[in-house]
């Protein structure tokens, strides 16, 4: 099932349209490639926990700075959705954190599964949902 998860951040990462941001686009293309390597890692038994853990660490540092650009972008453009767009992150990062929570208690190797379903859901999700939004808005508002 992982390779499923896998196959589908790789494959919608080719897929990815422009926001109308070089910054952003870059960035979700970094996200998607973060997420392929935390997938591979969930899937192979290795005994690399660190290594893994790593990743996931790089991951979650790299969607901070990147939500952070985005919100800044957002309101530079002034994008009326910004909030809503702002709660849909403060939701991502609220459930990545109660997933790390449970790593107390679950087995790694469970929870490492679990965490990368979890982001390989919102990337996809948000990067090819969410955010073609404030892209509409740009075609549509900005750049006419």
């Known amino acids: ?3 499923v998860v896998e196959e589908m951040i ?3 990462a080719e ?3 422009p926001v109308g941001c070089h910054v952003i ?3 979700h293309r970094r996200l998607f490639a973060l997420a392929g390597r935390l997938t591979l890692d969930a899937s192979a038994n290795d005994k690399d926990e660190a290594g893994g853990e790593a990743v996931l660490a790089d991951l979650l540092d790299y969607t901070h ?3 952070r650009d ?3 972008f957002m309101r530079l453009i002034q994008y009326p959705g910004l909030r809503v767009h702002q709660q ?3 939701s991502i990062f609220a459930g990545v954190d109660q997933l790390l929570a449970r790593m107390r208690t679950v087995d790694r190797q469970i929870m490492r599964r679990e965490i990368g ?3 390989s859901e919102w990337l996809v999700r948000h990067v090819l949902h969410d955010d073609l939004q404030y892209t509409r808005y740009i075609r549509d508002q900005v750049m006419p």
């Open 1 to 3: 099932m992982i390779r």
């Open 88 to 90: 849909a992150h403060a």
């Open 70 to 72: 985005e919100e800044e």
């Open 15 to 17: 897929q990815l349209a």
């Open 25 to 27: 686009d870059e960035q």
């Open 65 to 67: 700075s990147h939500f």
């Open 117 to 119: 379903y979890f982001i």
């Open 10 to 12: 790789l494959g919608r």
